[in-house]
């Protein structure tokens, strides 16, 4: 048996803040792969499938557009619509677009470029086991709660919803669509179109994620591939506000620049929430950056990781150390806790937001296990002071 030889990564990564989303190049989403959609450390999408007719559409091509949105192109391959039209391969055309931003926006446009009228079905298979991305990692997935999904028909929305001995996560899928509303039956979304030759189909869909009983604000816009959130805004400021380098050389340019994109790529801006104990709720949310430990795992406040890196980064911004010293003193320790190894003036060295923390299985809310966070701590607040001084 040949090996088989794959070009280019596997799969296809986008994240923002504390959102991941990791799927196949063909916009597949599978929880045997470590595949999904992850928010506060909970895996709220562990399955996604997508059909046209009753056959998978063939890729074309898929790419991440910005850290935070991909597109994917597809084409059909021979199939039988609805009313027993053979159609043969590669005469219809799908685009789905992607876009992260509190939640997740999918566009579909599907045009048909057959010399007939057809009618066919598109449909989307959706799963969520809301696993922790701690079981996750490990592949070691255990369900310790119900799950429970309702139908809206009249309003097209589908609900998932996860209870646990108080702790609660819930996604909602909101379809829109320029024909007629879908359908809900074996855990998909149904849609019937009908395509004249040339014309186009389109609809949306938006899963609007509810952490703690909060509904995060899904992104409306449509095919908003680029400048997608005022996340990504703020980011534009950061990088205009960063130290400017230019050499003789443009591939040092070059360089430098990439790694300055990379550098805010790996940035969390500190999502507060009022109903969230685990959540520093006085520090500011605007302009606050923590940069985190590394996609898809490690996307939290950590003590070392973050004071590391806002050393190694201070000549090209501030930012990333006044984020993770406001932070930090707000999560630092004000009393002993031998289970989460915590002592007065310590600096925690991760939080975690996902079922395991908030039930007790993990000590991480936060975590204070670590010798080196308080003083690089000490460290880097020296530092902050003796520039302020200059």
């Not at 391959?77 to 992260?100: C, F, K, M, T, Y």
Request: with cysteine.
């Amino acid at each position: 048996m040949k090996p088989s030889i794959n070009v280019g990564p596997v799969n296809q990564v986008i994240h923002l803040d504390d959102e991941i989303l990791i799927c196949g190049k063909n916009a597949s989403i599978s929880s045997n792969l470590q595949q999904g959609y992850f928010i506060a450390d909970t895996r709220l999408v562990s399955g996604y499938r997508l059909h046209i007719g009753r056959t998978y559409p063939q890729l074309l091509s898929s790419s991440e557009i910005s850290e935070s949105s991909g597109r994917f192109e597809f084409t059909n391959s021979a199939l039988i619509d609805d009313v027993g039209l053979q159609i043969p391969e590669g005469n219809l055309h799908l685009r789905l677009d992607r876009i992260l931003g509190r939640g997740l926006h999918e566009d579909y446009e599907l045009v048909n470029y057959f010399d007939k009228d057809l009618v066919l079905t598109i449909e989307i298979s959706i799963e969520s086991d809301f696993a922790d991305i701690f079981d996750v990692k490990l592949n070691q997935l255990q369900r310790r709660g119900q799950i429970n999904s309702d139908w809206n028909e009249k309003r097209s929305i589908l609900s998932n919803l996860f209870i646990n001995n108080g702790f609660a996560r819930s996604v909602q899928f909101e379809a829109r669509t320029s024909g007629e509303k879908p359908a809900y039956a074996n855990g998909g979304l149904s849609f019937q179109v009908a395509l004249k030759p040339r014309e186009k189909w389109s609809a949306c869909l938006l899963w609007r994620p509810i952490i703690d009983g909060e509904f995060l604000p899904t992104r409306e816009l449509c095919h908003h591939m680029l400048n997608a959130s005022d996340t990504n805004t703020l980011a534009g400021t950061w990088v205009a506000e960063t130290t400017r380098f230019e050499t003789n050389n443009s591939m040092v340019d070059s360089a430098v620049n990439q790694a300055i994109e990379d550098l805010i790529n790996l940035r969390v801006r500190l999502q507060i929430s009022s109903t969230n104990p685990l959540m520093p709720s006085e520090v500011p949310s605007t302009d606050m950056w923590v940069p985190a430990a590394g996609v898809p795992w490690f996307v939290s406040i950590f003590g070392r990781d973050s004071l590391i890196t806002s050393l190694q980064a201070m000549h090209v911004s501030y930012k990333f150390a006044e984020g993770s010293l406001r932070a930090l003193s707000v999560l630092q320790a004000t009393e002993t806790d031998d289970n989460r190894d915590m002592q007065p003036g310590k600096i925690q060295h991760e939080l975690r937001r996902g079922e395991l923390a908030q039930l007790g299985f993990i000590p991480h809310t936060p975590y204070y296990g670590t010798h080196d966070a308080t003083p690089l701590f000490v460290l880097r607040n020296c530092s902050e002071i003796s520039i302020t001084s200059l």
